[in-house]
């Protein structure tokens, strides 16, 4: 843990310090209020829940599994079960790292307790045969504040630990787990509703129903994220392929599109832009599969048909991957790859703002790989040289905005041109598919893990990486 | 095409003397709960989604309808409705939810509507209509779970036949084949469907109507993560599907060949029984089939591999496995891909059983669209299943020609 700052570790030690006495408290003063039966069967619940689904990938839904358990204590086992039944997290497996168990632990208690108060300051109790609709604003009181303290709570660790701006670790990671953890909270009031004597009475087999779609939808989701993976990996491999007809562009859609992504990272794009600019970079250059190898290669003067040849390559790529529907904003990305803010480019001589932002992005990191890398009719540029030439053709030709966002990335990415090994491709790069878990600290000890196949971003993760 | 009417014209049947009968004799009982769970339906038909290999799925529609089907009490009131009034509410229903769909110019998928009216109608029979639930009233709540879970399963069993019905029509494949892929397409989202079903059936005994806006949203949830998967999924495809036109825009082959190969192979596939996830990989094995033709200085002529010596068929098949390995993610594919060029049975060694029948499949099928490309001749699609005829003791597998060829004669048909 050498590596957790002092006022991450301080923050840690006073949250510990916080929730400590309360399940104490908890247990000397409420011990007769709750069936001890009930809490002992909801710890399993919680527990196998959240150990079940954060074996593999960690993302959204397993906090949401144990957070059912969690808020159907407040009905079912009232506020200071509820806070007993927090420390079962503490046997969560979900973390080798005792500091993090230490802190997770705390503060779903505070967060606990924190919803305890509220749900019975605003009225809640236990189910009765009139407990709705009254029942449900309370509880969504309490899950509101169960969320805030918990959200609150780790963002600001992860903002201690990494340096990471809150707002980034809002938009990155929160923003999305919010809906499920708000969604899966609710189905805490209804297995209450189904367990209880005065409710369905359905016991804790109620359990086995409630949790059946929350599994499901566990299951539809690993499947998504391990087909978005593999998506992600036949796309490069097969742009790879493609390139190998051309010995002087090899690695460079993938290198495009890495360059891309550190300047729409620099100039705050939301992150599903950035995903979709990522495959515009990958896939810009496919339409010069429609431009005869002779023409690409070619050493002297181009003729004015070899040139109009070439300059169609945007127009090819696009009719290609134009039923792709996905790629939305991508394709302007890649029509437009060559257009000049002066409006000297190619195909439509579009200028200035008409240019699609995608558009604009690649431009800048495409004309960026090509001069770091050899060509057939010169050698490679060193990264300061290009940057150079960029900023003096900004304006012009770039957008200099553009160009300022890959200057300043590049001050803290090192650039590996050519290095990269076209066909080596380690570990699995998800563009979504691993959401840092709300409920969880990340995991700043275990290195920088935010694409594993990108050698540039290993300097400083942002929020999407912030989680093994 | 039969399943397919017999089972519309079942639902339509059905529903119609369900609404007569709850029309006129009858009348509508305690219209209060049958207009709340009608107007959840309605909302559910609104938001049905397409699963991951192209099913249409209405699971909030459906998982209210099962609700009222296993309704007991409602808000600690007994729930004295009918299995007709059920199918009645239901149907009608459903046509208002989808009227929105129709009007935004969407096709009503009238096949699965009928489907699912009939399942809710085989729920709602065996609960209501033999006594089952006012059996099971007094009861305690697990009894009353089980019974639920059991009938819930056996309406999704029965689901699963009928979309088996239609589709071994639609799809020109085998009854028990289809039936194997509707079943294990159900497994998830039909019990995620089911469980809620019968969650609301049991809360709203407590909760009445609140327990219908509370329970949608987890099931709302279960679907976000099937639409996102669905779309992974169809991105994946039409990736493939744009890719696998380089070697025809690099010159290597003619154009739309892969796209045709991939769709008579899938519908040679389906005929000879193949599940979901075979036909998948078969398809993107038929899509990349000619990717190993990258790998060559000199496209050859027409992009024809048939007219290529054995020796070059199986070098280009291999060039291209080895690139379809390197995703790490794709080694079915890639196998295929890399056997594709194997005769079905080598003079002196017998059945070769190692080929994959995918390999099989995609051989004879590449070799006929290189003979035929896009043309559309009857004479010159006999003439390349003729010369596929004669090579089939030894380079083709006859089950794969003969079922090609009713493909073909089917297509030829529409056309």
Redesign the interface.
Known sequence: MSTLPLRARLFIAVVALVAAPLPVVAVVAGYSTFSMVDLVTLALLLVLSSSLTSRGSRDDASIALGSVAAMAALPLLGGWGTVVLACASAFVNDSPSLIKRVFNTSQVVVASAASAVVYFLLGGGGITGHSFPFLIWPFVAALAVRCLVNGLLVATVIHLAQGVSLRTVWHGTMARSVAGYVGYGLFGLLLAVLWAPAGADVGPAAAVLVLMPLFVARWAYEQYAEQQRAYDRTVRTLIAAVETKDLYTRGHSERVAVASVLIARCIGMREDRVASLRYAGMLHDVGKLGVPTRVLQKTGQLTEEEFAAIKLHPVRGLEMIREIEFLGEAFAGIMHHHERLDGLGYPMGLRGEEIPEFARAIAVADAFDSMTTTRSYRGARTAEDALVELQRCAGSQFDPVMVAALVSALEDHEWQSETRPVFEIAGHDSLEGAVPSHDSISAPDEGPVFDHDDPMSTARPTAMGTTS | MTGQVAVIFAAMLLAFVAVVVTASPQGLVQPGIAFAFAGFIALGELARITL?GGRDAAPIATAGALAYALLITF??VAVKHNALQVVAVVAFAMLVGVFPHVVAGRAPTIDSMARRLLAIGFAAAVFRGTGLDALVRGE???L??SVM?AIVAATLAVDAALAAAVRAGTDRAPFFAVLRNEARAQV??G??IG??G??IA??A????T??LP??V??????Q???R??A??????L??????S??TE??GYTESGHSRRVSELAVAVGRELGMSDADLLDLEYAALMHD?GQ??LTEPIPGGATVVAAPADQRRIAGLGAD??R?????DTVATIVERQAEPYRRAHHGNDLAVPLASRIIKAVNAYDDLVGESTEIDRRLDALERLRLGMAYEYDPRVVDSMAKAIERSARLS
């Open positions: 991951p808000d600690q305690d709540g697990y009353r779970a879970a998830g989202i019990s995620a469980s809620t019968a969650l049991l809360a005994s407590l909760m009445g609140w327990a509370l329970f949203i987890p099931l709302l949830l279960t976000f993560s099937f996102r998967y779309a992974i999924r169809a991105t994946s039409q990736t493939i599907r744009a890719l036109r380089v825009l690099g990717i990258l790998s690139v379809i390197q995703t790490g993610v794709l």
